[in-house]
T-cell receptor
Framework: GQNIDQPTEMTATEGAIVQINCTYQ??????LFWYQQHAGEAPTFLSY????GLEEKGRFSSFLSRSKGYSYLLLKELQMKDSASYLC????????????????FGSGTQLTVLP | DAGVIQSPRHEVTEMGQEVTLRCKPI?????LFWYRQTMMRGLELLIY????????DSGMPEDRFSAKMPNASFSTLKIQPSEPRDSAVYFC????????????FGPGTRLTVL
């Protein structure tokens, strides 16, 4: 089975930096994703990590430590439009189907950016 | 590119009725996923197709739910008979190739069962 934990809610101020943590337990780990979901909309892809280390993409960065089962999403220079739910998702191999892959989502962290 | 297309966007039905949700994946994508999202349970994977073949349907709640993918450009998720607890937003997503790095989500179908 898989278990993904992330904080339910976070609040930060416009212009600040916020770090959203995600811990996971899974077999057949095959990558970790971060998605952003605004209220009433579909999730959209933010980042992907499969090797240890930091991946930077503009104001957003994502870090992975496979040995610790840990990832974080770092958001810099926060803007009001960053208020959304941030979903951590772990991809694992579906062993019974060879190379097929499955994505399991955490419950999401609701980030509120205050002026 | 139109992205993943889902229909209908909203569906209100009465308990016991049959509901069919439709999805057109992004052209060229060979993996298709059906998810359900509720406040209580978050985003849950229901079923996953690779090259039109169902790979993992362990997330399908019960026999009332069924999904088909008759060709690479169309999939359906059917609930028969529907129950109030099926009320949720149902997302379809597609991805490309064996690396499957990024899933593109459709706008979702908001289902309300009265």
């Amino acid at each position: 089975g898989q278990n993904i934990d992330q904080p339910t809610e976070m609040t930060a101020t416009e212009g600040a930096i916020v770090q959203i943590n995600c811990t996971y337990q899974t077999s057949g780990f095959n990558g970790l994703f971060w998605y952003q979901q605004h209220a009433g909309e579909a999730p959209t892809f933010l980042s992907y990590n499969v090797l240890d280390g930091l991946e930077e993409k503009g104001r957003f960065s994502s870090f992975l430590s496979r040995s610790k089962g840990y990832s974080y999403l770092l958001l810099k220079e926060l803007q009001m439009k960053d208020s959304a739910s941030y979903l951590c998702a772990v991809r694992s191999l579906v062993v019974s189907s060879g190379s097929a892959r499955q994505l399991t989502f955490g419950s999401g962290t609701q980030l509120t950016v205050l002026p | 590119d139109a992205g993943v297309i889902q229909s209908p966007r909203h569906e209100v039905t009465e308990m016991g009725q049959e509901v069919t949700l439709r999805c057109k994946p992004i052209s060229g994508h060979n993996s298709l996923f059906w998810y359900r999202q509720t406040m209580m349970r978050g985003l849950e994977l229901l079923i996953y197709f690779n090259n039109n073949v169902p790979i993992d349907d362990s997330g399908m709640p019960e026999d009332r739910f069924s999904a088909k993918m008759p060709n690479a450009s169309f999939s359906t998720l059917k609930i028969q008979p529907s129950e109030p607890r099926d009320s949720a937003v149902y997302f379809c997503a597609s991805s490309l190739g064996s690396s499957g790095s990024e899933q593109f989500f459709g706008p979702g179908t908001r289902l309300t069962v009265l």
